[in-house]
């Protein structure tokens, strides 16, 4: 458990750094947010800081106090940003659903949580009628490697398998889409055949100089990624 946590900590150390892809990302579901937001697994702020530029009002959360403590010194001059817990393994908590969000944010959550059907349901739970979830998860099962094992990865997900799951708590499906299809590559030699627990450090600022090349995945509409990307309504 101790190897795992400090796994992930590297992982958004390095994700930190990643201006461009973070930026890219942020891209994604931008269209999909409305006024109110909630944000699960914050982190270290890494899609927090865009969410909150355009005077949006964010609830920022994450279970590690440590992550919720920088999140506060990031953001806690922020009237609009509020800094917060929403443990997706436990029920929704009443102040939350007694005033429900526009939109819940969760990227690269989902898929630590054993019981995501639960935390599907949690963050259904939340959301005003008609509301807007914006998912990322790791895509492709034959991908998972030990990289997936050191940040502690329960699953991979496949296009239709994370379609039933959005459907059977609750939600409709509006978009899905693959996301980041060059960086699948990497991943699976690095996950599966050199079986690093590990993101090599040159490697992920790569993506972030390839930035203006990855972004013309979406002229081709990849029929596979590193990453699926969902935007779903409550039912």
């Given amino acids: 458990m101790a190897q795992e946590s400090m796994a992930l900590t590297a992982t958004l150390t390095q994700l930190a750094e990643l201006d461009q892809y973070n930026y890219w990302l942020f891209e994604q579901i931008a269209g999909a947010l409305g006024n109110r937001v909630l944000e699960v697994g914050s982190g270290t702020g890494n899609i927090t800081q865009f969410l909150c530029a355009d005077g949006r009002q964010v609830l920022a959360t994450d279970v590690v106090p440590n992550y919720r403590n920088q999140l506060q010194r990031l953001f806690g001059d922020k009237p609009h940003v509020q800094v917060g817990q929403f443990d997706l393994t436990s029920a929704a908590p009443a102040e939350l659903r007694a005033q429900p969000f526009d939109t819940v944010v969760c990227l690269n959550v989902l898929e630590h949580i054993e019981d995501d059907h639960f935390a599907l349901t949690q963050m259904r739970d939340v959301l005003a009628p008609g509301g807007t979830l914006a998912l990322l998860v790791p895509a492709h099962q034959f991908l998972y490697g ?67 090349l990855l972004k013309l995945e979406k002229f081709i509409g990849p029929p596979c990624g590193l990453s699926l990307i969902a935007i779903a309504q409550k039912h």
């Fill in 146 to 212: 030990e990289f997936d094992r050191a940040v502690g990865h329960f699953r991979r997900y496949e296009k239709r398998a994370l379609a039933n799951r959005l459907a059977a708590a609750g939600f409709v499906v509006r978009e899905m889409k693959f996301f980041s299809l060059l960086a699948a590559l990497p991943w699976l030699i690095n996950g599966r055949i050199l079986k690093r627990g590990y993101l090599p450090a040159g490697q992920a600022n790569l993506a972030n100089k390839l930035v203006p």
